[in-house]
């Protein structure tokens, strides 16, 4: 199982990025895949989570209505568009199949005037 992230960078507060999760080595259409994030000093945390086909979705109140979760079933790839960020949104990024026990390096994003 490998899994990895890009699209992060530094953006100014109101900006939007586009992350993105490239994954191999099991059958991604199947699994429900999930978006964490980590800030200095503080634990992981669930952002958003999206079911094999896509009918289920969930946020965690802080990105609700700024940030959309999506996949590509026939790439393998997740996706999370996040809109208006706020400085408390900078942290490193990371997708994650619950099914399993492993994660990417992450991609940072950084939001800042």
């Known amino acids: 199982v490998q899994l990895v992230e890009s699209g992060g960078g530094l953006v100014q507060p109101g900006g939007s990025l586009r992350l993105s999760c490239a994954t191999f080595?099991?059958?991604?259409?199947?699994?429900?895949m999930r978006w964490h994030r980590q800030a200095p000093g503080k634990e992981r945390e669930l952002v958003a989570g999206i079911t094999s086909a896509g009918a289920g979705i969930t946020y965690a109140d802080s990105v609700k209505g700024r940030f959309t979760i999506s996949r590509d079933n026939p790439k393998a790839t997740v996706y999370l568009q996040m809109n208006n960020l706020k400085p408390e949104d900078t942290a490193v990024y990371y997708c994650?199949?619950?099914?399993?026990?492993?994660w990417g390096r992450g991609t940072q994003v950084t939001v800042s005037s």
């Open positions: 080595g099991f059958a991604f259409r199947t699994y429900e």
């Open positions: 994650n199949n619950p099914s399993f026990d492993s």
